[in-house]
């Protein structure tokens, strides 16, 4: 899964990296401060597209039914991309809200002497990863239920296993632009995230320190991204 991650660069610097012309107005200013522990109930930055050009929103991260709303359940941040297709509970997103989440890297966790020990996880060279994610945000349409995304993820492989299960799909620039791209078919789109996540080898991770679990808004620090000591 992913329950953390981390967002330190701005928004031109994302569609920069994507492939996006940032020359017109939608990339002037708007940028938040760095973030170094996006935790879910925040809005981080995402990236969709609107006739055929690159727009960006800050959304709520987690999504939940109106009915789940009025019970007050905790909204989700995941969504398996072999169920989100199949069922209908992210169904309408495949096909509508299509969205990519630029960051740096993500945060993962074990369990060492019982308690939960976090791993960052990120590219071997500096770069932006961009993972799939589902929205039900509509633009230009007046929605009266509640906004947010979710990250979509798939089984790891190879070494990542050992840190945790599920990762997020993360795509090229160029899977980002086809799975954006709202003309892309709802199968295509599935064919694109269940394939084309990168590999296991295209990324490092390391262990982190344990300050990065404490639910504090202001626990929000480059240094939580330094490497700790292996165990012995």
């Known amino acids: ?12 610097y994302y569609a920069r ?16 401060i760095p973030r170094y522990n996006v935790s879910p109930g925040t809005a981080p930055l995402v990236l969709h597209t609107l006739s055929d050009a690159l727009h960006s ?13 009025a019970e007050k359940k905790s909204p989700w941040i995941n969504a398996r991309v072999e169920k989100a297709l199949s069922g209908r509970y992210f169904r309408h997103m495949f ?13 993962e966790w074990t369990v060492e002497g019982g308690k939960k020990q976090p791993w960052y996880i990120t590219r071997p060279t ?7 994610g589902l929205t ?8 009266t239920v509640e906004i947010g ?8 492989s190879g070494g990542m296993v050992d840190v945790h299960d599920r990762r997020p799909v993360v795509l090229t620039s160029t899977d980002a632009w086809r799975w954006m791209d709202l003309a892309t078919q ?17 990324f490092v991770w390391w262990r982190v320190d344990r300050a990065v679990n404490r639910p504090d808004p202001n626990n929000d620090r480059k240094e939580l991204l330094t490497p700790i000591p292996e165990q012995a």
Request: contains cysteine; glycine residues 10%.
């Open 95 to 107: 096909r509508d809200g299509r969205v990519i989440v630029p960051a740096g890297g993500w945060f």
């Open 149 to 156: 995304f979710v990250i979509v993820t798939a089984d790891s």
């Open 136 to 143: 039900n945000l509509r633009p230009y349409t007046n929605q």
């Open 57 to 69: 929103d800050y959304l709520r991260w987690g999504y939940r039914t109106p009915n789940e709303a």
């Open 186 to 202: 709802v199968e295509e789109a599935a064919h694109i995230a269940q394939t084309r996540s990168l590999p296991t080898e295209a």
């Open 126 to 132: 500096d770069e932006p990863i961009f993972m799939a």
């Open 17 to 32: 990296a994507i492939g996006a012309d940032t020359r017109g107005v939608e990339w002037v200013g708007g940028d938040t």
């Open 1 to 12: 899964m992913c329950g953390r991650f981390e967002q330190s660069g701005t928004r031109k």
